[in-house]
């Protein structure tokens, strides 16, 4: 390497490339497939189409990736050694879409929120670093604590059961069914004066169901967590970590092992197969899903803002507004191919920042040569119908883990950057945008009587939390966020 080659632009030998390259894919690869796996089981997809959904994630994490990085003309990319990845803070609001709408119609209806969201933010990116002031840790940390709080209900009901299906809480009692069946032929026999069942009458399920919670599920879920705390203790350097994944791959082994996991779906999996755009068909465009998602994609990018002035701190690269712009504008662009390609919004991944701080490598391309990797992995249907096989409560025991992780990242935000004791009204902003944020999850039936079209924008407890704490900062501290601050934040949160 010459004087003149930053350790930012050094192109490392490809063996090296492709291990460091490696390191990063699996670092984050936990959290990837996070998202597909949830929304595909939300919207109560088949099997084959939630392992679309993981191809699909993985494939276009790599292109924005390789985007990122690399750069692609002045416009798009930070040029710093970023992973992007699927961001959890979408999460909440398309899981209210598709569980008010499963199946393609929901998955239509969450594209077209995303592209959408996708062209505004592009737009709207180089006006985020004037918005700084807006976010600073006070409202950051509470917004990643909620979005950390609202994930492990998800991470939760992996472990014990779905609230809807098979492995529900409560079933139907069978008698009652055979009971309904035999009024209902009795009422549509001729000549009979049983009167007809009114239309839309159904069971509510009464009887509990020996599915919940079973204890061979709660024990393969206790085992992963133990795998997971294990790997982190005792595991050194990269090894701990990819904590997560190695206790996502001992379950499945153990899974395996108790004929909880089958691989008949994998069998029959081809080895490649292309990425279609628009898989589902063509994408719905409803306004009001799209302002709830470009209030995400406000979040994503002011967050995004702090990661890549951490990085450039780290890598010895000045962010200026155009390079700034051009970052923040490829999650836009991220996002709008997320879309087109059946999957979701993008972000830069804090635990791979995290990375380049614990190994000192600098190089942009070891995460170009990740992206080529990732683009790699999501053209391999046989690798994402693997991991849609993993049983539920596999992944509960690391979502406990994963989640919970995003809400500890939130109070090291707030425990490290935010003055309580001088200031109490953080108190209250922290304190009232939790609760906010609480309200769809104790109380999801609060907007019953409340305009329907609003529903989607007040169905995310994230999205609640968000317009409340950055409220009632404005109200209590006025407009006093900084640069400097943000970065603050990140840098307490990337690992």
Known sequence: ??????????????????????????????????VPLIIGRVLQLEPKDVSFLISADLFVCGLVTIIQSFGMTRYFGIQMPVMMGVTFAS?????????????YEGARMIFGAIIGAGIIAMLIAPLVAKMLRFFPPVVTGTIILVIGVTLMKIGINWIFGLPVGPTAVKTLNPDHVAWLKQVGDMAAA????????????????????????SLDDIAVS????????????????????????????VGGVLAAALGMMHFGNVAGASWFALITPMHFGFPIFDPVMIITMVLVMIVVMIESTGMFLALGDMTGREITPKRLAAGLRTDGLGTLLGGIFNTFPY??????????????????????????????????????????????????????????????TGIRILASGV??????????????????????????????????AIHPLIESGILLATIAAVALNVFFNGAKGTAEELQAAAAVADH
């Not at 001729?190 to 919940?212: C, F």
Request: aromatic share 8%.
């Open 347 to 408: 972000t830069s991944f804090s635990q791979n920042v995290g990375l380049v701080g614990v190994t000192g490598i600098k190089s942009r391309y070891i995460c170009v040569a990740g992206g080529v990797i990732l683009m790699a992995l999501g053209l391999v249907p046989k690798m994402a119908v693997l991991v849609e096989a993993l049983p539920t409560t596999v992944l509960g025991g690391a979502g406990l883990v994963m989640f919970g992780m995003v809400a500890a």
């Open 190 to 213: 001729a000549g009979s004066t049983v009167p007809e069942l009114p239309k839309g009458l159904s069971l509510v399920p009464t009887v509990p169901n020996p599915k919940y919670a």
């Open 222 to 249: 206790a085992v992963v967590l133990g795998a997971v705390l294990c790997f982190a203790k005792f595991g050194k350097g990269f090894i701990s970590n990819i904590a997560v994944l190695l206790g996502i791959i």
């Open 1 to 34: 390497m010459t004087d003149k080659v930053k350790p930012v632009d050094e192109i490392l030998p490809v063996p090296q490339l492709f291990t460091l390259g490696l390191q990063h894919v699996l670092v984050m690869y936990a959290g990837a497939i996070a």
């Open 91 to 103: 999460v909440g609001p398309m899981i209210a879409i598709g569980a008010a709408n499963p199946g």
């Open 419 to 452: 003055d309580f004791a001088r200031n109490r009204y953080n108190l209250f902003i922290v304190a009232v945008s939790l609760g906010f944020g609480m309200i769809p999850l104790v109380a999801p039936d609060f907007k019953m009587w409340l305009p329907h």
